[in-house]
């Protein structure tokens, strides 16, 4: 069972993960972490005829390679959690419903792979759970279209604008056992600072995951020298500016921040604007770079701190500002 201090659940008996799978697309294959995804698309239709059913694919290989290497079948999955950016997290639905198994939608936009591991690493802890995949993923061209303009618009990208990842991410949970631990979980109280800039989400998300890091930092009496690396989930070269600002704001200095926004892409050489964005982006940094650092002891300890923007393709069209919230997990190496 978990503990609190105020908004952060320490786990005695950490949950652990036990396998996970990373998939990606064309783009993401050109980056400079095309080696560490399981499995890359050459084509971005994945062999579908829409974008919305590539995005589908993603999720259900991601699903099945984690799976495959974990050495269990179906049977052996308890429960996924689930979700993505597609109105009513549909491609999540299609892709449980391929898989058939128990199923809980979750949406957090681009922190959800954050927020399906805390809240996975809470029921296995409390014993509701055993062999529960985290899953979600993102796909560009769906993006697009439905939140900004469909493609064949060829509409200019602004400088602060974001690469949504084709990309997905997978992890299995269990109560105990051998694998990466799962400490500690804050989650994050929604933020809002006015953003109304749709090409701007790095500004929207820096304050989120400023606010959830220094809770997290408050509850645990640590700070950040006492990791690795803190990552956060798709701020950007933007938003990641923004966010080492109002830390030093508060009195901390953040040298150990990496974003994986900026990890998956090479911002220089490919055309992402601000960096990479989207549920996938950190899924799949997660689950094809810090997961297997920490697995083979290259790092110890580190958080994952993925961010996301809360709007509808909606409420901006409304002219409402962009709410947004932080999910923070801190994960350890086996046996530390």
């Known amino acids: 069972m978990a503990t609190r201090r105020g908004d952060t659940l320490c786990f005695s008996h950490p949950p652990i ?5 990373a998939v990606g697309g064309k783009k993401e294959g050109e980056g400079p972490l095309a080696a560490a995804f399981d499995a890359l698309y050459p084509d971005n239709r994945m062999g579908q005829s829409g974008w919305e059913a590539a995005e589908v694919q993603l999720f259900v ?4 390679l984690c799976m495959k290497k974990a050495k269990i079948t179906e049977k052996q999955v308890s429960l996924v959690l689930a979700g993505d950016l597609q109105a009513q997290c549909t491609a999540s639905s299609y892709a449980l419903r391929e898989l058939g198994l128990p199923f809980a939608g979750v949406f957090g936009a681009c922190s959800t792979m954050a927020e399906t591991l805390g809240l996975g690493a809470c029921l296995c802890s409390a014993g509701l759970a055993d062999g529960l995949l985290a899953l ?9 279209r439905q939140f900004r303009t469909p493609l064949s618009y060829g509409a200019v990208r602004t400088p602060t604008a974001q690469w949504t990842a084709t ?12 694998g990466v631990g799962i400490h500690a979980v804050t989650f994050g109280r929604v933020q809002d600072y006015g953003v109304k800039d749709i090409n701007n989400m790095g500004a929207a998300m820096a304050p989120a995951a400023a606010a959830t890091l220094l809770r997290y930092f408050a509850d645990t009496g640590t700070a950040p020298e006492d990791f690795d690396a803190i990552y956060t989930g798709d701020l950007g070269q933007v938003g990641s500016g923004l966010f080492r600002e109002l830390m030093t704001a508060e009195g901390v200095v953040m040298k150990n921040h990496q974003d994986c926004g900026c990890l998956l892409y090479d911002t220089e050489q490919q055309t992402v604007k ?4 989207g549920p996938g982006c950190s899924a799949a940094v997660l689950c094809g770079y810090i997961l297997p650092r920490l697995e083979r002891g290259r790092a110890r300890r580190v958080l994952f701190l993925a961010t996301g923007a809360l ?3 909606t409420t901006f069209l409304q002219k409402e500002s962009i709410p947004a919230i ?5 994960l350890r190496s086996p046996g530390c």
């Open 274 to 277: 601000s960096g990479g964005s």
């Open 136 to 144: 979600t993923g993102s796909h560009f061209c769906a993006a697009e």
């Open 17 to 21: 993960l036990a396998s996970w799978a």
């Open 311 to 313: 709007m509808s393709q």
């Open 167 to 178: 990309a997905a991410g997978a992890c299995l949970l269990r109560p105990a056992g051998e």
């Open 326 to 330: 932080a999910h923070l997990v801190e």
């Open 61 to 64: 290989r991601a699903a099945r």
